[in-house]
């Protein structure tokens, strides 16, 4: 499997240019040199076949013009859970006291003195994929888990 793709690429969503699809096919399609992925529009009017090339069948569609293939430097997987909560709750020592300006409306507003307030955003205490991280004072609901060095990528998994 190549470097940049998930070991379990088939039945994954992707995303190419704000649409969205589902991974069916993952190979070489001949004549064509190199790999495609072969995706399932949700939209099926973005897509021109029902995953067939040159008469051979290589995925199903559950619409005629449902399917397209891409190249996969083309699709984006997005992130797993974990990198979004850090991406979303932790910060680095390069933010502390960072002023930003943020648009409201049509007016810009500088974020003097929001440190309190971003500070109550962030976590406190919860294990993050086995890194140390604070635990949310957001969502007191959230809770740690931990299941060995375990990603969620698909509920439907477990």
């Not at 397209?68 to 991406?87: C, E, H, M, Q, Y």
């Not at 049509?106 to 994929?129: A, H």
């Not at 299941?147 to 509920?155: A, E, S």
Request: glycine share 12%.
């Amino acid at each position: 499997m190549n470097d940049m793709l998930p070991s379990d690429v088939i039945g994954r969503r992707v995303a190419v240019n704000g649409e969205r699809a589902t991974v069916r096919f993952y190979g070489t399609v001949p004549p064509v040199a190199g790999l495609w992925l072969g995706v399932e529009w949700d939209n099926p009017e973005r897509g021109k076949h029902d995953g067939r090339h040159e008469g051979t069948v290589y995925f199903k569609c559950s619409h005629p013009t449902g399917g397209s293939f891409i190249r996969p430097s083309k699709v984006s997987f997005g992130v797993d859970f974990l990198t979004a909560l850090r991406n979303r709750y932790e910060d680095g020592p390069e933010e502390c006291g960072k002023k930003e300006i943020v648009t409201i409306g049509k007016k810009p507003v500088e974020t003097i003195g929001f440190d309190s307030v971003i500070k109550k955003q962030r976590c406190s205490g919860v294990l993050l994929g086995g890194r140390s991280s604070r635990s949310c004072t957001l969502s007191p609901t959230i809770l740690p888990f931990q299941k060995g060095r375990l990603t969620f990528y698909r509920w439907s998994s477990y």
